[in-house]
């Protein structure tokens, strides 16, 4: 499974961005979907998450600004993100994890330079 993300950029604080993150391989509707970010020097924290059934959540620090989304069809799953901020500015990473076996995918990070 390889998981590319894309639709990071430079985005002024207040406008939106949305990141998306394609799967290839047959697993993504039986995977747990997951956005991270990650600082320099920082740990890695979850950002939102959505399963395969749909139930989703959010990181304290995104809660009513990013949405996140899939697409079973396409094999994607999104982040729309609202209202950026300033401290939004770090890589983001995507996440599979197969409910069956348990393996955990990561895609390559996508930077997102929101500006004040």
């Known amino acids: 499974v390889q998981l590319q993300a894309s639709g990071g950029g430079l985005v002024q604080a207040g406008e939106s961005l949305r990141l998306s993150c394609a799967a290839s391989g047959s697993i993504f509707s039986i995977s747990n979907m997951r956005w991270y970010r990650q600082a320099q020097g920082k740990q890695r924290d979850l950002v939102a998450g959505?399963?395969?059934?749909?139930?989703?959540n959010y990181a304290d620090f995104v809660k009513g600004r990013f949405t996140i989304s899939r697409d079973n069809a396409k094999n994607t799953v999104y982040l729309q993100m609202n209202s950026p901020k300033p401290e939004d500015t770090v890589v983001y990473y995507c996440n599979a994890g197969n409910i069956f076996s348990g393996q955990n995918y990561w895609g390559k990070g996508t930077l997102v330079t929101v500006s004040s």
């Open positions: 959505i399963n395969f059934s749909g139930t989703i």
